[in-house]
């Protein structure tokens, strides 16, 4: 799927890959796609949680050998 943004947070623990999320969010216009690349383990409940909490939607997730892939949509 294409994105409009990607947002690389591999090699940081929790809570920098939400908080790096949460900005580049906000610096985009809603409706815009952020994907973003993670290695920490937890990443795949806190972007879900994150998701829920932000209104912000998370499209599509996965995971190729060791990396966490989001897609989230901005409100």
Request: with cysteine; glycine share 6%.
């Amino acid at each position: 799927m294409s994105h409009d943004r990607e947002l690389d947070v591999k090699g940081l623990n929790c809570p920098l890959p939400i908080l790096r999320t949460k900005k580049a969010l906000s610096e985009m216009p809603s409706g815009q796609i952020l994907r973003v690349l993670a290695t920490d383990p937890g990443a795949v409940k806190d972007f879900e949680a994150f998701a829920r909490q932000t209104g912000n939607a998370l499209i599509a997730s996965g995971q190729t050998d060791h990396v966490f892939e989001f897609l989230l949509r901005r409100k």
